[in-house]
T-cell receptor, first 114, second 120 residues
Framework: AQSVTQLGSHVSVSEGALVLLRCNYSSSVPPYLFWYVQYPNQGLQLLLKYTSAATLVKGINGFEAEFKKSETSFHLTKPSAHMSDAAEYFCAVSDWYGNEKLTFGTGTRLTIIP | GAGVSQSPRYKVAKRGQDVALRCDPISGHVSLFWYQQALGQGPEFLTYFQNEAQLDKSGLPSDRFFAERPEGSVSTLKIQRTQQEDSAVYLC??????????????????FGSGTQLSVL
């Protein structure tokens, strides 16, 4: 069975600082991995997804994530945090070969300090 | 429509009541998913429809949960005899991709804002 673990339920960074949200996965098949963002009272929005085409995946709003098989990690980064990045972020893994039956992590709440 | 629409936005039920939650997916989307998100947790898969066919209901927590999509568009999630542990946000999502098609393409999964169910 597939699973993901998000390290740190709350992360605070200063505006303009590096954002690093951690995600480790466990999968019995080559994984498809996702990062979603959830703003208050809004639905989940896809930031980016890894589909084995390239290990460094670029997403929307300046976010990117790197797939590292040796570390079973898929950490999300952004070079410079913006106030609008404050939200809940979820890492997820697909059931098999890219379908949308996703297993989500418990989420990381990102707070931006002015 | 412009996005996935869910109604009601909030639902308060007394324990033992039946509730029905509605999802209007994006027009033309063949795939529809229901997820349950408990407070402080990530969403958990409940069930999947491809058009009107319910292909996967492995995530439904009990036989009190029932979902349907009779005409392949609007879907309803029904919970009978609600219990306090049913309190959660219920998310609906749709996609233009059939889940059984390989390999995965670049279609995205679009989520609604959810229905927050509180069982008292």
């Amino acid at each position: 069975a597939q699973s993901v673990t998000q390290l740190g339920s709350h992360v605070s960074v200063s505006e303009g600082a590096l954002v690093l949200l951690r995600c480790n996965y466990s999968s019995s098949v080559p994984p498809y991995l996702f990062w979603y963002v959830q703003y208050p009272n809004q639905g989940l929005q896809l930031l980016l997804k890894y589909t084995s085409a390239a290990t460094l995946v670029k997403g929307i709003n300046g976010f990117e994530a790197e797939f590292k098989k040796s570390e079973t990690s898929f950490h999300l980064t952004k070079p410079s945090a913006h106030m609008s990045d404050a939200a809940e972020y979820f890492c997820a893994v697909s059931d098999w070969y890219g379908n949308e039956k996703l297993t989500f992590g418990t989420g990381t709440r990102l707070t931006i300090i002015p | 429509g412009a996005g996935v629409s869910q109604s009601p936005r909030y639902k308060v039920a007394k324990r033992g009541q039946d509730v029905a939650l509605r999802c209007d997916p994006i027009s033309g989307h063949v795939s529809l998913f229901w997820y349950q998100q408990a407070l402080g947790q990530g969403p958990e898969f409940l069930t999947y429809f491809q058009n009107e066919a319910q292909l996967d209901k492995s995530g439904l927590p009990s036989d009190r949960f029932f979902a349907e999509r009779p005409e392949g568009s609007v879907s309803t999630l029904k919970i009978q005899r609600t219990q306090q542990e049913d309190s959660a946000v219920y998310l609906c999502a749709s996609s233009s991709r059939e889940m059984t098609v390989f390999p995965a393409t670049n279609e995205k999964l679009f989520f609604g804002s959810g229905t927050q169910l509180s069982v008292l």
